[in-house]
């Protein structure tokens, strides 16, 4: 992102954190925003209250830019007690990586848990975010994706989703960085019961940081 892209993405996530009902952002630069609240979404999984967003223009002088407004799907206080039930499960998954553990230890752990806890049901309840795994255990390529990005982020781990599409249809990975180095990481495919392939979870590592 440039500067200008950059300075609108710091006002509406800090926006969105807040919850507030209408984010002033400083552009009026339609394809700014498309890309920011993309960007947005890729980096930060944990965003499990919002599905989509509204915006208008403002022309008034000195007030020129968007409104936007998010669509929570939850009230602040809703939020903030799901986001304590999370943060618990989360906690006690990672203190399970031993403290030395390398960036590679680190993201096979995230592979592994991920398919090792959580099946892929293509119909489960908030499959689109981190509720259908943390919470339900039941998820699809999104809720694992967003998953992923929000371990990472406690690991101190730059990751991010990757939206795209197969021959399939609509799909999501991850981009991981590791010692400086970018690396691709689609869990759903490396989980064996995917396609109902199998009875039972089960990892294939032929997914888990590949590069280009």
């Known amino acids: 992102l440039d500067e200008t892209s950059k300075k609108v993405y710091d006002e509406l996530y800090e926006g969105i954190i807040e919850m507030e009902s209408t984010i002033k952002v400083s552009t009026l630069d339609d394809k700014v ?6 960007c947005i979404a890729a980096d930060h999984g944990e965003l499990f209250y919002i599905d ?10 000195g ?4 409104k936007v407004s998010p669509n929570y799907t939850m009230k602040k206080s809703d939020r903030d007690a799901m986001q304590e039930r999370i943060d618990a499960i989360v906690n006690s998954w990672l203190s399970e ?11 096979k ?15 489960a309840p908030d499959n689109q975010n981190i509720i259908s795994v943390f919470i339900n255990g039941q998820t699809v390529c999104q809720g694992y994706s967003n998953a992923a990005t929000y371990l990472f982020s406690k ?4 990751s991010f989703v990757v939206p ?12 991981v960085r590791l010692d400086n180095e970018y690396y ?20 294939s590592y032929n997914m888990l940081n590949v590069t280009s």
């Open 184 to 203: 691709l990481m689609d869990i759903t495919w490396g989980n064996a019961n995917y396609g109902e392939y199998s009875d039972a979870n089960k990892v």
């Open 109 to 123: 752990w995230v592979y592994e848990t991920l398919i090792n806890r959580v099946d892929y049901v293509a119909n």
């Open 164 to 175: 795209g599409a197969t021959e399939t249809g609509l799909h999501a990975w991850n981009c």
């Open 97 to 107: 990586i031993p403290g030395n553990a390398s960036d590679y230890e680190k993201s």
């Open 52 to 61: 989509g967003y509204s915006y208008t223009k403002t022309g008034l002088i």
């Open 33 to 38: 925003l498309s890309d920011v609240t993309e």
């Open 155 to 158: 690991l101190g781990i730059q």
């Open 63 to 66: 007030e020129s830019g968007f």
